[in-house]
Each structure stands twice: as structure tokens, then as C-alpha cells.
């Protein structure tokens, strides 16, 4: 029972550079969510969808976009990193219904140069 | 807006010693009530959750009562182990209606010495 997995688990990119993160879910879960942790911060909502096709900002999406074209994946793409982009990716879905229990990835650790 | 706010860390302890994690929400409606847990090197995962006023989530020996009149959920364990070291989050969901976006608190981080 695989959950909610995310790939690369890893990278280090230049400044400047694009990339995808990729977020994928086997639970059927309507709702997912993109978020970055940052020491002291917390939790900070990048973006998240609600369903496939659709997608909405959250708290910090500046730099930032995503797509969901299929209900089990949610794409976030950085497409000119910049070093304030270094941090912990975090990639959650949850059911539309009910206590919203969040189910999270392992994360994505980022750094930028 | 809603919001989450538990005490600020680090909390330490000595192994089997009393845990208590504040925490205490403002909110529309009638949220859910979270209590995650970060391990190093991974994501949350769900500790336990209460749905309604006066529910008690468990797990793990972790506890938390829904208090509504005092809009908190404190996380409590009687004798906490060196394996209980992680980053403890308190969340809140709002019901049919309600926002789609949780709100966390920033995180309460746990280190139990032997």
C-alpha cells in the first residue's frame, strides 16, 4: 500500500534552472495539496486541488505552478528556481469528505544554488 | 480566519516523564481536530484526531480531548519514550462548507532523553 509517494526524493539545481516535482496517490482521494517546510516556518501552502483539472493558490505560490491531469497525480513545476526555493517539499491528499484526514509524501528535498 | 497555535519548543524530557503539548484553534463552524507527527528525514503522519466536542482521540498512548468551550487540544502521554522524539503539529479541518485548506500549527518539537 504505497500512499502518497513523491519523486525525485532528491535534487540540487542551479539558479535559473526548471523542474517538476511529481506527486502521486493510490488512496483515490479527491482533494491534494503542495506544501513547503522551512525551519521556523512550518507547514506553508504552495497550492491545491480539488478535484482533477481544477487547481487553486494557497499561501506562498509565487515562483510556483501545478497541474492535475489525472486525479492521482499533482504536478508542481518550479520553472526558473531561485535559492529562496531551497526547502522541503511536501505533497498531501486528502478525502473530500469527512475529518479530511492529511496523508503525506516523504518529501522532496531541494536545494537551489 | 482559523488558526492553530501550540507551544513553542523544543520540550525536553527525560524518558517516562509527563507530556503536555498545548494547544488551542479559533474557528468557524465545527472543525475536525488533528494531532500530527514528524519523524526525522520523513512526512506528517496522522497521531490521532477528534471530530467532535468532548471526543478523546488515542493512539500510541497519546491523548486529546476536543474542548470546545475552551477551543483547545492538548496532547498528553503518561511516560513518553526516547522513540517519541519527532516534531509534534496540531491541525484543524472545517466541516461540509467549510474551507478546503487545513490549518497547522507550526509545530511542537519533542526531545526525550534516556
Known amino acids: 500500500n504505497a500512499g502518497v509517494t513523491q519523486t525525485p526524493k532528491f535534487r540540487v539545481l542551479k539558479t535559473g534552472q526548471s523542474m517538476t516535482l511529481l506527486c502521486a496517490q493510490d488512496m483515490n482521494h479527491e482533494y491534494m495539496y503542495w506544501y513547503r517546510q522551512d525551519p521556523g516556518m512550518g507547514l506553508r501552502l504552495i497550492h491545491y486541488?480539488?478535484?482533477?483539472?481544477?487547481?487553486a493558490k494557497g499561501e506562498v505560490p509565487d515562483g510556483y505552478n501545478v497541474s492535475r491531469l489525472k486525479k492521482q497525480n499533482f504536478l508542481l513545476g518550479l520553472e526558473s528556481a531561485a535559492p529562496s526555493q531551497t526547502s522541503v517539499y511536501f505533497c498531501?491528499?486528502?478525502?473530500?469528505?469527512?475529518?479530511?484526514?492529511?496523508?503525506f509524501g516523504d518529501g522532496t528535498r531541494l536545494s537551489i544554488l | 480566519g482559523d488558526s492553530v497555535t501550540q507551544m513553542e519548543g523544543p520540550v525536553t524530557l527525560s524518558e517516562e516523564a509527563f507530556l503536555t503539548i498545548n494547544c488551542t484553534y479559533t474557528?468557524?463552524?465545527?472543525?475536525?481536530l488533528f494531532w500530527y507527527v514528524q519523524y526525522p528525514g520523513e512526512g506528517l503522519q496522522l497521531l490521532l484526531k477528534a471530530t467532535k466536542a468532548d471526543d478523546k482521540g488515542s493512539n500510541k498512548g497519546f491523548e486529546a480531548t476536543y474542548r470546545k468551550e475552551t477551543t483547545s487540544f492538548h496532547l498528553e502521554k503518561g511516560s513518553v519514550q526516547v522513540s517519541d522524539s519527532a516534531v509534534y503539529f496540531c491541525a484543524l479541518s472545517e466541516g461540509p462548507g467549510g474551507s478546503y485548506i487545513p490549518t497547522f500549527g507550526r509545530g511542537t518539537s519533542l526531545i526525550v532523553h534516556p
Open positions: 474557528a468557524t463552524g465545527y472543525p475536525s
Open positions: 486541488s480539488v478535484g482533477e483539472g481544477t487547481t
Open positions: 498531501a491528499s486528502s478525502r473530500g469528505q469527512g475529518a479530511r484526514v492529511q496523508h
